[in-house]
Every structure is written in structure tokens, then in C-alpha cells.
């Protein structure tokens, strides 16, 4: 695992080369490789946004709002859960609970954790991350 | 060893027996999907839970072991209950595809479901959609993965078993899939075993997809005759519609359990290699381009056998027999050639190439029999010698079974054997090259149309039963010979082939102590075997 | 009240070494090393009453002992930071911001148990956390309080950090170790058990990061201390993290046998906007909720399990009355429908229908038979499966249907059913 993360950091998804690469490198076949990466909700095998917001929708953001959230980031960024922006700027996700239910309604946002969402943060956070070159998803 | 109560029936099983083993050396039966003896422990289908007296929680059978003092109870109403409750957890996303799938008649999710009355659905939801449905993942196997119950036999048969490492499960939860490594494909010499373990419909095979249902099908025990393996088989052949499927009646043969031999496996070569049984047979005496009767086939052999005997000329007798034989035909040639024509030139080594070998079933000597044919016939001429003599003219009489002349010898060689050769006999089963060059060709059965025995590589003695009657006018090899030395004058008369055997037993030493009854349907080794 | 395992919390550059050694920062480790043996350090740990803080409450000095000394095998700590019980937090705080007082906890229960070698598991998306515990290990690791003959003394100890990839399953302490062998977080059958056939075939103690955490305090203050700071049989404070309609959403130390009632209204301030409590759950997602009248049970591992629910993660998430509980039940079963592993068939299966069939009842299409159904489905997950996986689906879920059946049965009353009007005619 310690090697998948490695990769995607660097080329943002892990592609079947990679996968074929790492089970000859450490000896394992490819196809439980593959399981690892399928099952594991953190590996991408397909590209994702340059901004990517991973959504919490369990119970304690559930309480405060997170669909609301979710349903806002799908009006402003004009696409659903598991898209990308057409533009490859953004994309978004919604999981299950991030541990960081003190700042609920919150998201993760590429490394970091943005909590207490509501409309006006989340217009910050689009805008913030529309010119990466200033920012690096803060 | 430890001594322990099942169902209120004791047994003393080895230490590290889990209560399953011993269930099944009692003869009690307990339902399971992802447990199979020949494959590591799972426990995730949850199927086998048993009641262990002393134990809150239920166990599952195949991972527990045993105790010494243990009760199990594998039908107290709690186990009914949570039997009942798995199947329903299983059914909620299985497709009831019952109508349109293979495995029906043979399904163990029909078969517990049946026995266990899970007969009212509580289901009024959608069931999870999966990616691939009647996918091929490989020449010999069709996928559905939304049929798949996930228990993972197929894993751990390609990591453990062939060690090629195809299947995986990916995604988790009610999204997980099993399925090949994307662009992969099941293709190893041993990939039509996943479809026998398959316990559902998941994985089946592509050349039985759609052919018969299982419930018209007979079961015959038998040994492949693809090479010196000898793995143990089942022949299924449709016994109830003969006006299907072209007059075919083997519809496709299935591995049968023989821990010493092939255990619950057979290479896909041997698996698929059936259709010869009904295609391109033999079916009629023929000489030259006609079609003659038995008894003008016999006469035709013994005018020119009759004077090779009496004028004691049978040094120009040649004779090609076969390992393909069993037991009991080349004892009869043995019996005929050797000692009633004594002086043919006799051998069963006819130059083969060694085929496809590895080192789990395959064996490279594609003949059924060479064991046993080494220990009855007594070779004076090797083969390569006698067909020489039969292309310079020394030989009146050519005697082959079964062998492809053309195709070791090319068609020259042969058609100077057809010239120069008084009577060129071929008798077999399926029509080859050495055919059209013969001038007699005379029918017999296949292995599936006899009983009889071969000998393996292990030096093992196998039965094999006869499924249905020769095919058209064909004959057991050694009931051909009979006939032929009947008209002779010298008749060689047994009732059956276990007459055969006993002869076989009474006359050659390593076979002594063997009958039918006790070689059954596990085989026995030969004994005291010199060098 | 004595803080003890937030009591650097809130101090400026409270993870680095420097502060932590200011405040007495690995004395209690060399205390244990130099003057006490591993067997004292267990009995020290064992008369604490410390119980495993990750959820089980398992008295961790047992779980200590567990490990077969005679056994040649190497010996493993694994740090179970996967923290994805919905409703916890706490060991967040501890990682960014005390990562110290684990390293030590880690040095010290790893002489008790003979290892040398540890491994934290931390979820993959506490980037923070990772890279903040990496750097304390870097720190300890250049101070000689890791790596080769520590502190002057003759022990070595080596710790690794390995990050998670987004599986809840993986805070189950089998399928942790699985992920830490680089396969898919499946749990493992049991027995053997992992204090005997752990990580790679050796014994292994998985322990959670706040149990760990206070370990330290326990051998510099002494077991008798700590026992006494919480109730019988369930020693020292907990860190409680409350979330959900409460004013004040944090983590707060607050000792074992504090009420639930004391910490929702005194110490998370209440629910806000005036209105009334409905439910709580008290220990993580997978605790059974619990109703207004039972707001005074003691918050120990003993007393909530005698009133049928568990004191779990300490993950206590607050409902008020405009929460409808049938939407909080679907949530719930989303949860475990999302995150169950697969591996075994009554909960595979179970979770996703559970789910399907509460959000049917949620969004007003199911029938009557629909409800009549769940709880029989919904108990017929636990207790049959591979894992407690299985069991948190049943105990949970099944809690809403049980204590609030009246909000599910006026769900089916708004499902228009057509074939029971009267005046259709079927042609």
C-alpha cells in the first residue's frame, strides 16, 4: 500500500502499467494487485480533478447538513459524484465519515480537511482552487 | 486421537480434523459452498454452521476443529434456521436465471434451497446489477458474475492448485466482482476444473453451454484414455433423447475423485477429448469400397490366415497393436498372435511422438495403457522393422490397430504397404489415414463402449465401464479376434472381459492377486514388479 | 480534573520533541526500561484498569499477557489508528498534536512484550496526521529514543508508519493486519487469535492510539493513580468527542463513569437553537442509540452494556427532535452498506438490503410487509458472520427500528397503495 500511495502521488492514478510493475517488483501476482486497488476506496484508476472534494455523508455531517453540501457542489461545479469538470479542474466524491465529525458539515479537500461548509465557504473553496497556481488546495 | 459425537454418532478421527472432514467420513451430510477438501479454508459462506454443545455462538464446521468429548448437532432447529438465513442472504442478489442456466439440476443453491424449505421470498427490492453477464473469460469458460456467490473456490484453486493466478474479487461489499485480471484470460491446461467446483452457475463451460440438461444425463465411470495419466472420469451421456444432438450421446465427461490418482482434476485436453466417441466412427466392415457383413469380414481374414498357419508361414504375419488397447484386448492378442500363430512379428510401440507434459497430470506418453501392454505382450519385432517388411513384400498378413500409418509413415510408405501386402487389416475405432490404404477396415469400440482395465503410469489397474453399445456394427477388439479365431479353428472363447481378466490374473504375476471386485473403482497397483 | 492525555493539547508546537521533553517526555519510558521488567510492566498496566479504547474495552493489560513468551517468533505492536467509527475523532488530536506521548507508550509496551518493532496504522486520509507522526518518529529516531540500544539502555525498537487507503473494515484488528500485508482488508477467521498467529504468523498486540497514549502516565504516576480517576473496573479518563446538534463539537477528557447527560449539557453546551434532545448515540455508529430517558448512564464500558448499548469509541453523536429517525437509520445502513468488506455472505448481502430496504421505507415505497421484515433481516446479520462487523450492523440498525417503530410504521401509513383502493376496477 505504502507503494500505491507513492505512485498515485505522483502520477495522479494508478494505471494497470503501474499495477503490473509493482506485482513484479514485489513478487505477487498482478490480479491481487488489481483487488487491492479495486477495494481500497483511496486508489483512482481513473483520473481525477486537480481539485478533488471528498464529501462526508455519515451521520454526524448527515445531521448538519452534508446533503445540502453535496447538493450545492453539484449546482456550482455542474457535475455528479464520480465526475470530473470538463475543464479537469475539479471533481467530487462523497464517502463515509472522516473522521473530523467536530467540524460538521465538512469535506476534504486534495490534503486537507475544510470544515463547518455552507454556501459561502464553498464558493471560497471553488474559487480558491479555479487557479491552482495560486493555491495548493488550502 | 480425539473421539467425538455428530448427530449422536461417534468417531475417532487425527488430530486437526475439522468437524466437517468428520461429518463426511460419517456420512452426515452438511451443506457447503466455499469449502472444498482440495482447496485451503475460507469460511465465508457461512453455510456450514453447526452446533457445538458448550458453545454460545454456532461454529462453522469447515474450520473448526475437532475436541475430544465434542457434540456437534448439524440439524437442531438453530442450524435449520441459520441454513435457511444464509440461503436467503444468498438469493438476494442471485438472478433466479434457473431457466436459461446450466447448472440447473446440479446447483447448490437449488439443491439447499429444496432441502432446507426456503421456500417464501421476502425479497421485493432490485438486485445489484453486476458488470459482466455470459462473458467469456476464456476458450473453455463463460462468465456471470451476478451468479456468483463469491465463494471463492476459483480463487484459490488458481492460486493454490494451478498456481496461474487468474481470478481475483475486486470492489467490496454487494459491489464485489469476481472476475479475471482485466485483459487476462483463463486459458491453462487445467481450466475446465473451475466450472466442477463451481458451486452455482457462475463459471460453466462453453463447449456443454446450452447442450443437455443434466437431468437426462447417465453417468458411467471410466478412465480417460488421452494418456498414460489414467485419471479417473465420469462419461455423461444423454440417455433419455437419442433424436437429440445428431444421434451424439456423450454429451461431456466430468473428472471423478481418485486421491491417488488425479484427485478431483483433469487437464481441459482430456476433459474435451469425447467427441471422437460419436464422430467419424468406424461403423461398418468395409473391404476395399465395400461394405460387407461380419461374417464375410471374418472369412475374408481367415483365407489368408488359414494357409499362413498350416504351412507354417506366420513368420510373414505382422501385427501393430496398441497401448490404446485395455487389458483384456491384448490379452487376447497376445493369446492369438503369440501363441495360437506363434511367430508373427508382434509389437505395440509404434513410433509416437511424446506429447504435452507437465508436472501435475499431463503425462507425455499419450497411450492409456503402456504399462500394461509392457507386462502382456512380449515384443519379437519392433514396429519400425515390421512395417519395413511390409513395404518390401515379406509380409502377407498386416495387422493394425488403431495406429495412423499415414501420418508416421507418409502416404508413400503406405501405399506400398496397400501394394505389396496380401491382406492389410485396420481395426479401430475412428477413421485415420491408414484407412483408405487399408484393404479391410473392421470397426471397434471406443473405451466408453467396453468394460475392461487399463494399467497407468503409476503401474495402477483402472476399470472402465461400458456407458451404452457399440456404435452401428462395432465390436470390443478382443471380441473381433475371437471371432476370427473361431472361424480358424482355434477358438479363443471368453463370455466377458472379466473372464479375460481372470486368465489375465492366472497367467501373469504382477496381476495375481486382482479381480474386478477389488481393484472397484479405485484401482490397484501391481505387485512384485521386476525390472 | 487532572488532564491527562490532553494535556499538551492546545500548546504551540506541542509535537515537537523538544516541547515534549520539557514535560517529563520519555522519563516514564526509561523508568520502565531501567527499573521495572516487562512481567511488572504488564502488572502495573493490568491494576490500572486501562481497557482498549479503540472500542472493545478489552483490559489491555491482559491482552498484554496474552503474548506467548516462550514463543521464538518475533513479536509485533500494531497502533490501530484506522479511526473510521463514525463519531470519533480523538485520535486525530493525539497524532497532530501529541504524537510524542504515543511514541513513548509504543517504547514502553513494547518492552512489556517483548517486541521490538512496531507498526501505526494510520487512515489514509489524516494526511496531517501522517506526516506530523512521521516527523515525531524522525525526531525520536535521531534523539536515540528509537532505533538501536535507546536511551543508553540495551533495547531496540523500530517503528514504521503505514498509512490506510479508505476502509473502514481495516479498524478491525485481523483485517488491519491484512492491510499492513499489503492484501484487501478482509478479517480473519478466529481463532487462532493474533496474540498468537499475527502480523506475518507472529504474535501481535493490536492496541488503540489513545490506549496506548496512556500508558506513559500509568508507569510515571503509578496503576493505583489511574484506577482511581475513573470508576470500578474501568480505569483513568476517556476522550469523549461529541458531535452532531450540540453546540460545542469537540473531543473532551473527562473521566470513565462520567453521564452522558454531563457531558452533552455542561460540557458540549447543549443543543443549540432551544430544542429538545431525541436520540444519542453513544459510542460510535455501531452503539446502539439511546433515547432521552436514559441520559444519565454512567459512560463506562460496564454500565452501557448493561442498559443494551456499548461504550465503544467514545463517539457520542447528539439528535434533536427535527431529526427523523428513519432518515438517521438510512444513513446508518449506508454506512455499513458502503463499508462491509464482502468477504462473508450475511453481511455482504444483509448490509446492501438492509439498506435498500430502509431507504425504501424512508422515501415512503415500501409496504407493509417491508417493515415487517427488517428486524428479522436485520438480526439475522449478527452473530453469523465472519466478523463484529456483522454484529454492528444488527445491533445498530436495529436499535432505530426497535426504539422508534412508531416514526417506520407512519412511513408505511403514507405509501399510497393502490390495490387496496376500492373504486379501482382491474381490468
Given amino acids: 500500500m505504502p507503494l500505491l500511495h507513492c505512485v498515485q502521488e505522483k502520477e495522479g492514478l494508478i494505471s494497470p502499467e503501474t499495477e503490473k510493475d509493482l506485482a513484479e517488483y514485489l513478487s505477487v501476482p498482478v490480479v491481487h494487485v488489481h483487488e487491492v486497488v479495486s477495494f481500497y476506496h483511496l486508489f483512482h484508476q481513473k483520473k481525477i480533478g486537480q481539485c478533488h472534494f471528498s464529501v462526508c455523508q455519515t451521520t454526524a455531517c448527515a445531521l448538519r447538513g452534508a446533503e445540502d453540501v453535496i447538493e450545492y457542489i453539484q449546482e456550482r461545479l455542474k457535475i455528479k459524484p464520480g465526475e470530473v469538470t470538463p475543464d479537469g479542474k475539479f471533481s467530487f466524491g462523497i464517502v463515509e465519515c472522516l473522521g473530523a465529525c467536530e467540524l460538521a458539515p465538512m469535506m476534504q479537500c486534495n490534503k486537507e480537511y475544510k470544515g463547518f461548509l455552507d454556501k459561502k465557504k464553498i464558493d471560497e473553496l471553488i474559487s480558491l482552487n479555479s487557479h491552482p497556481e495560486r493555491s495548493e488546495g488550502s | 486421537?480425539?473421539?467425538?459425537?455428530?448427530?449422536?454418532?461417534?468417531?475417532?478421527?487425527?488430530?486437526?480434523?475439522?468437524?466437517?472432514?468428520?461429518?463426511?467420513?460419517?456420512?452426515?451430510?452438511?451443506?457447503?459452498?466455499?469449502?472444498?477438501?482440495?482447496?485451503?479454508?475460507?469460511?465465508?459462506?457461512?453455510?456450514?454452521?453447526?452446533?457445538?454443545?458448550?458453545?454460545?455462538?454456532?461454529?462453522?464446521?469447515?474450520?473448526?476443529?475437532?475436541?475430544?468429548?465434542?457434540?456437534?448437532?448439524?440439524?437442531?432447529?438453530?442450524?435449520?434456521?441459520?441454513?435457511?438465513?444464509?440461503?436467503?442472504?444468498?438469493?438476494?442478489?442471485?438472478?433466479?436465471?434457473?431457466?436459461?442456466?446450466?447448472?440447473?439440476?446440479?446447483?447448490?443453491?437449488?439443491?439447499?434451497?429444496?432441502?432446507?424449505?426456503?421456500?417464501?421470498?421476502?425479497?421485493?427490492?432490485?438486485?445489484?446489477?453486476?458488470?459482466?453477464?455470459?462473458?467469456?473469460?476464456?476458450?473453455?469458460?463463460?462468465?456471470?458474475?451476478?451468479?456468483?456467490?463469491?465463494?471463492?473456490?476459483?480463487?484459490?484453486?488458481?492460486?493454490?492448485?494451478?498456481?496461474?493466478?487468474?481470478?481475483?474479487?475486486?470492489?467490496?461489499?454487494?459491489?464485489?466482482?469476481?472476475?479475471?485480471?482485466?485483459?487476462?484470460?483463463?486459458?491453462?491446461?487445467?481450466?475446465?476444473?473451475?466450472?466442477?467446483?463451481?458451486?452455482?452457475?457462475?463459471?460453466?463451460?462453453?463447449?456443454?453451454?446450452?447442450?443437455?440438461?443434466?437431468?437426462?444425463?447417465?453417468?458411467?465411470?471410466?478412465?480417460?484414455?488421452?494418456?498414460?495419466?489414467?485419471?479417473?472420469?465420469?462419461?455423461?451421456?444423454?440417455?433419455?433423447?437419442?433424436?437429440?444432438?445428431?444421434?451424439?450421446?456423450?454429451?461431456?465427461?466430468?473428472?471423478?475423485?481418485?486421491?491417488?490418482?488425479?484427485?478431483?482434476?483433469?487437464?481441459?485436453?482430456?476433459?474435451?477429448?469425447?467427441?471422437?466417441?460419436?464422430?467419424?466412427?468406424?461403423?461398418?466392415?468395409?473391404?476395399?469400397?465395400?461394405?460387407?457383413?461380419?461374417?464375410?469380414?471374418?472369412?475374408?481374414?481367415?483365407?489368408?490366415?488359414?494357409?499362413?498357419?498350416?504351412?507354417?508361414r506366420t513368420n510373414r504375419i505382422g501385427v501393430l497393436a496398441s497401448a490404446q488397447l485395455t487389458n483384456e484386448d491384448l490379452f487376447v492378442i497376445r493369446k492369438f498372435f503369440k501363441e495360437t500363430l506363434n511367430g508373427a512379428h508382434l509389437d505395440f510401440k509404434v513410433s509416437e511422438k511424446p506429447g504435452d507434459s507437465d508436472d501435475f497430470l499431463m503425462k507425455a506418453d499419450k497411450n492409456p495403457n503402456t504399462a500394461g501392454a509392457a507386462q502382456i505382450i512380449q515384443v519379437s519385432t519392433d514396429a519400425a522393422q515390421i512395417v519395413q517388411k511390409a513395404r518390401a513384400g515379406e509380409i502377407d498378413l498386416l495387422y493394425v490397430f488403431g495406429h495412423d500409418l499415414a501420418a508416421l509413415y507418409g502416404k508413400e510408405a503406405l501405399y506400398q504397404i496397400s501394394k505389396n501386402v496380401k491382406l492389410f487389416v485396420f481395426q479401430g475405432s475412428n477413421v485415420n489415414g491408414s484407412c483408405s490404404y487399408a484393404h479391410l477396415n473392421l470397426p471397434s469400440s471406443v473405451y466408453a463402449e467396453k468394460a475392461g482395465t487399463f494399467t497407468n503410469c503409476q503401474q495402477k489397474v483402472q476399470r472402465i465401464w461400458p456407458a451404452f453399445l457399440p456404435m452401428a456394427e462395432a465390436k470390443a477388439d478382443w471380441e473381433i479376434l475371437s471371432l476370427i479365431s473361431a472361424k480358424l479353428g482355434a477358438p479363443i472363447n471368453y463370455k466377458d472381459a472379466q473372464e479375460i481378466f481372470k486368465d489375465i490374473a492366472a497367467t501373469i504375476s504382477p496381476f495375481s492377486e486382482m479381480t474386478y471386485d477389488k481393484i472397484s473403482d479405485k484401482g490397484m497397483v501391481l505387485k512384485n514388479l521386476s525390472s | 480534573m487532572e488532564k491527562i492525555v490532553t494535556r499538551h493539547f492546545g500548546q504551540e508546537n506541542s509535537h515537537h520533541l523538544d516541547n515534549y521533553r520539557q514535560d517529563n517526555g520519555y522519563e516514564a519510558a526509561r523508568k520502565a526500561l531501567t527499573q521495572m521488567t516487562p512481567a511488572?510492566?504488564?502488572?502495573?498496566?493490568?491494576?490500572?484498569?486501562?481497557?482498549?479504547?479503540?472500542?472493545?474495552?478489552?483490559?489491555?493489560?491482559?491482552?498484554?499477557?496474552?503474548?506467548?513468551?516462550?514463543?521464538?517468533?518475533?513479536?509485533?505492536?500494531?497502533?490501530?489508528?484506522?479511526?473510521?467509527?463514525?463519531?470519533?475523532?480523538?485520535?486525530?488530536?493525539?497524532?497532530?498534536?501529541?504524537?510524542?506521548?504515543?511514541?513513548?507508550?509504543?517504547?514502553?509496551?513494547?518492552?512489556?512484550?517483548?517486541?521490538?518493532?512496531?507498526?501505526?496504522?494510520?487512515?489514509?486520509?489524516?494526511?496531517?496526521?501522517?506526516?506530523?507522526?512521521?516527523?515525531?518518529?524522525?525526531?525520536?529516531?535521531?534523539?536515540?529514543?528509537?532505533?538501536?540500544?535507546?536511551?543508553?539502555?540495551?533495547?531496540?525498537?523500530?517503528?514504521?508508519?503505514?498509512?490506510?487507503?479508505?476502509?473502514?473494515?481495516?479498524?478491525?484488528?485481523?483485517?488491519?493486519?491484512?492491510?499492513?500485508?499489503?492484501?484487501?482488508?478482509?478479517?480473519?477467521?478466529?481463532?487462532?487469535?493474533?496474540?498468537?498467529?499475527?502480523?506475518?504468523?507472529?504474535p501481535t498486540v493490536i492496541n488503540n492510539v489513545e490506549t496506548i497514549a496512556c500508558v506513559p502516565p500509568i508507569i510515571n504516576k503509578g496503576a493505583e493513580w489511574y484506577a482511581k480517576l475513573g470508576c470500578e473496573?474501568?480505569?483513568?479518563?476517556?476522550?469523549?468527542?461529541?458531535?452532531?446538534?450540540?453546540?460545542?463539537?469537540?473531543?473532551?477528557?473527562?473521566?470513565?463513569?462520567?453521564?452522558?447527560?454531563?457531558?452533552?449539557?455542561?460540557?458540549?453546551?447543549?443543543?443549540?437553537?432551544?430544542?429538545?434532545?431525541?436520540?444519542?448515540?453513544?459510542?460510535?455508529?455501531?452503539?446502539?442509540?439511546?433515547?432521552?430517558?436514559?441520559?444519565?448512564?454512567?459512560?463506562?464500558?460496564?454500565?452501557?452494556?448493561?442498559?443494551?448499548?456499548?461504550?465503544?469509541?467514545?463517539?457520542?453523536?447528539?439528535?434533536?427532535?427535527?431529526?427523523?429517525?428513519?432518515?438517521?437509520?438510512?444513513?446508518?445502513?449506508?454506512?455499513?452498506?458502503?463499508?462491509?468488506?464482502g468477504q462473508c455472505s450475511p453481511c455482504r448481502e444483509g448490509s446492501g438490503w438492509v439498506y435498500r430496504n430502509v431507504k425504501k421505507l424512508y422515501h415512503g415505497q415500501a409496504r407493509e410487509h417491508d417493515l415487517k421484515n427488517l428486524p428479522g433481516i436485520v438480526n439475522n446479520i449478527g452473530g453469523n458472520t465472519i466478523c463484529a462487523f456483522g454484529d454492528a450492523v444488527s445491533m445498530s440498525v436495529g436499535s432505530y427500528v426497535s426504539k422508534f417503530r412508531s416514526e417506520f410504521e407512519a412511513k408505511i401509513q403514507s405509501t399510497v397503495i393502490l390495490s387496496e383502493a376500492k373504486d379501482l376496477k382491474v381490468s
Fill in chain 3, 233 to 341: 473496573k474501568n480505569g483513568g479518563n476517556r476522550l469523549f468527542c461529541v458531535s452532531g446538534h450540540v453546540n460545542k463539537p469537540g473531543v473532551y477528557e473527562l473521566p470513565n463513569g462520567t453521564t452522558l447527560r454531563e457531558i452533552i449539557y455542561d460540557h458540549a453546551g447543549g443543543i443549540p437553537n432551544g430544542r429538545k434532545l431525541k436520540a444519542v448515540i453513544p459510542g460510535g455508529i455501531s452503539a446502539p442509540i439511546l433515547t432521552p430517558d436514559q441520559l444519565d448512564v454512567k459512560m463506562d464500558f460496564d454500565s452501557l452494556k448493561a442498559i443494551g448499548s456499548m461504550a465503544g469509541s467514545g463517539g457520542i453523536i447528539v439528535m434533536d427532535d427535527t431529526t427523523d429517525m428513519v432518515w438517521a437509520a438510512m444513513v446508518a445502513a449506508r454506512f455499513f452498506a458502503h463499508e462491509s468488506c
Fill in chain 2, 1 to 312: 486421537m480425539p473421539n467425538l459425537t455428530i448427530d449422536g454418532k461417534q468417531i475417532e478421527v487425527p488430530a486437526g480434523t475439522t468437524i466437517i472432514q468428520a461429518a463426511d467420513k460419517l456420512g452426515i451430510p452438511i451443506p457447503r459452498y466455499c469449502y472444498h477438501p482440495a482447496l485451503p479454508v475460507s469460511g465465508n459462506c457461512r453455510i456450514c454452521m453447526v452446533e457445538v454443545e458448550k458453545q454460545p455462538k454456532l461454529q462453522i464446521a469447515c474450520y473448526t476443529p475437532v475436541a475430544d468429548g465434542m457434540v456437534v448437532k448439524t440439524n437442531s432447529p438453530k442450524v435449520l434456521e441459520v441454513r435457511k438465513t444464509v440461503l436467503e442472504f444468498l438469493l438476494v442478489n442471485h438472478p433466479v436465471d434457473c431457466p436459461v442456466c446450466d447448472q440447473a439440476g446440479e446447483c447448490k443453491l437449488q439443491d439447499y434451497y429444496m432441502e432446507h424449505g426456503q421456500y417464501d421470498s421476502r425479497l421485493s427490492d432490485v438486485k445489484v446489477k453486476k458488470e459482466k453477464k455470459a462473458f467469456s473469460i476464456g476458450p473453455t469458460v463463460m462468465l456471470d458474475q451476478e451468479r456468483c456467490i463469491l465463494c471463492t473456490r476459483c480463487v484459490r484453486y488458481a492460486d493454490t492448485i494451478t498456481k496461474t493466478h487468474e481470478f481475483g474479487v475486486f470492489s467490496r461489499g454487494d459491489h464485489s466482482q469476481l472476475d479475471v485480471y482485466p485483459g487476462k484470460q483463463l486459458d491453462n491446461n487445467y481450466s475446465g476444473n473451475v466450472v466442477d467446483i463451481c458451486p452455482v452457475g457462475a463459471l460453466t463451460d462453453t463447449d456443454f453451454r446450452f447442450k443437455c440438461r443434466v437431468w437426462y444425463l447417465a453417468q458411467t465411470k471410466s478412465v480417460c484414455p488421452g494418456c498414460s495419466m489414467g485419471c479417473n472420469i465420469t462419461v455423461e451421456w444423454d440417455k433419455s433423447r437419442p433424436h437429440q444432438h445428431k444421434k451424439a450421446r456423450v454429451m461431456r465427461l466430468k473428472p471423478r475423485h481418485n486421491p491417488e490418482v488425479n484427485d478431483y482434476w483433469i487437464c481441459d485436453k482430456g476433459r474435451y477429448n469425447y467427441h471422437f466417441i460419436d464422430e467419424n466412427r468406424i461403423q461398418h466392415p468395409q473391404l476395399n469400397n465395400d461394405l460387407i457383413s461380419w461374417e464375410q469380414a471374418i472369412d475374408t481374414v481367415v483365407q489368408v490366415l488359414k494357409p499362413l498357419k498350416d504351412l507354417k
Fill in chain 3, 40 to 202: 511488572q510492566v504488564i502488572d502495573e498496566v493490568k491494576k490500572s484498569n486501562l481497557r482498549g479504547l479503540g472500542g472493545a474495552g478489552f483490559p489491555t493489560g491482559t491482552k498484554w499477557s496474552f503474548i506467548p513468551q516462550a514463543n521464538p517468533k518475533p513479536k509485533y505492536l500494531v497502533i490501530n489508528g484506522d479511526e473510521g467509527e463514525p463519531g470519533t475523532f480523538k485520535d486525530k488530536y493525539i497524532f497532530e498534536q501529541d504524537p510524542h506521548a504515543l511514541l513513548e507508550g509504543i517504547i514502553i509496551t513494547c518492552y512489556a512484550i517483548g517486541s521490538h518493532k512496531a507498526y501505526i496504522y494510520i487512515r489514509g486520509e489524516y494526511i496531517k496526521s501522517l506526516e506530523r507522526v512521521q516527523a515525531a518518529v524522525d525526531e525520536a529516531y535521531k534523539a536515540n529514543f528509537l532505533g538501536k540500544g535507546i536511551m543508553g539502555t540495551g533495547f531496540d525498537i523500530d517503528v514504521v508508519v503505514h498509512p490506510g487507503a479508505g476502509a473502514y473494515i481495516c479498524g478491525e484488528e485481523t483485517a488491519l493486519l491484512e492491510s499492513l500485508e499489503g492484501k484487501k482488508g478482509f478479517p480473519r477467521l478466529k481463532p487462532p487469535f493474533p496474540a498468537v498467529i499475527g502480523l506475518f504468523g507472529c
